[in-house]
């Protein structure tokens, strides 16, 4: 067996076993919290019962603070849990927002799920139709298209940014731990895990325990030897765009790839926005870290300011892509890379 695939068989295989050992853990452990807290509450309504009739001496005192201590531990942990059930960016210190929690949660769960479509091809309900119908429509929205025969002139780079020789040394130099390290700490928290169930955080917490197997992983994708497809795999979630959304058009996909896979694109993406500035012309005002969408609508503002000055005609001529950024043409992508003098490594 090659020594890449045993790196990549026991990474996903001690992925899957901690994945199982977590399963049996947390009901196993949802179990003790339950019993815990019913004590804890018995203990602590015989304490106030017996207060209600003589004081208490300072045992029972002291007794009663450490019982309540522990309640406010328990309960502090469920409402953690349900905050990050819910997806909500803050949590109040010091108040019981248990109900809340659940309530946007819940809330959310009924927004995701879709019970009928009302599409130009009628009515679509039921499970299955609905998968059927939804699957279908991504499908032809997604996949290749058969009437792009567009090919671009590799030999035309004249007013073309070139990637520079030491660019493309950093571009295709060997992975560090510190670069590792560094793309993982950049992820933010409570973020919604790719198939598998890891957040960023498992990866930032137990780094030093999973930084050589994952160096393994990187040294195999350095020598090309990786088959990185085997973790780029995701759940497609449905996001409403609306508050009454009816139509699949009215959703926005999104899909959670597992955070293994993240790390490989995130390293690429700080390798490579050391030289975007460079090579990718100011015209695009979006994307780009100190670049803002809006700069595109003021220079459209200058340009019919300048139009009605100057008492001149003019076209303004406005393209909408549909899902421009969900949809790659592969073969087009990697003639630009080409063009702008990528290393063959980044085109292939």
């Excluded at 452990?29 to 004081?55: C, I, P, Q, R, V």
């Excluded at 560094?182 to 933010?188: D, P, T, Y």
């Amino acid at each position: 067996m090659d020594k890449w695939h045993n790196s990549l068989e026991r990474w996903q295989a001690k992925i899957r076993r901690l994945r199982q050992y977590l399963k049996v853990w947390a009901k196993n452990t949802s179990g003790a919290y339950k019993k815990e807290k019913k004590k804890l509450l018995a203990k602590l309504d015989e304490l106030d019962k017996k207060a209600e009739s003589t004081l208490l001496d300072q045992n029972k005192l002291n007794l009663k603070y450490v019982l309540n201590e522990r309640l406010s531990e328990l309960l502090r942990g469920d409402e953690i849990k349900l905050y990050q059930c819910a997806k909500v960016k803050n949590l109040l210190e010091g108040h019981a927002n248990t109900k809340y929690f659940q309530l946007v949660a819940n809330g959310k769960h009924r927004k995701t799920r879709i019970f009928r479509l009302e599409q130009e091809e009628g009515l679509i309900h039921g499970d299955a139709e609905l998968k059927k119908y939804i699957t279908t429509y991504y499908k032809k929205l997604f996949g290749p298209s058969n009437h792009n025969n567009l090919v671009m002139d590799e030999s035309y780079r004249d007013d073309i940014p070139q990637v520079i020789a030491e660019e493309n040394e950093l571009l295709v130099a060997e992975f560090t731990e510190e670069e590792i390290r560094g793309a993982i700490f950049q992820m933010n928290h409570n973020t919604a895990p790719g198939p598998d169930g890891f957040p960023p955080e498992f990866y930032q917490v137990f780094w030093n325990v999973i930084k050589d197997d994952l160096m393994a992983l990187f040294t195999y994708f350095h020598k090309g030897e990786l088959p990185l497809h085997s973790l780029n795999f995701g759940t497609i979630i449905l996001i409403p765009k609306s508050k009454e959304a009816k139509q699949i058009q009215q959703y926005r996909p999104i899909c959670l790839l597992n955070v293994s896979f993240k790390i490989f694109t995130k390293v690429a993406t700080n390798r490579i926005v050391k030289i975007a500035q460079r090579i990718i012309k100011p015209s695009q005002t979006t994307f780009q870290p100190g670049r803002n969408i809006m700069e595109g609508a003021g220079i459209l503002h200058e340009t019919l300011h300048e139009l009605h000055k100057r008492k001149q005609n003019g076209i303004i001529f406005k393209i909408d892509f549909e899902k421009a950024y969900d949809k790659v043409n592969w073969n087009f992508l990697q003639q630009a890379l080409r063009m702008k003098g990528f290393h063959p490594v980044w085109c292939d």
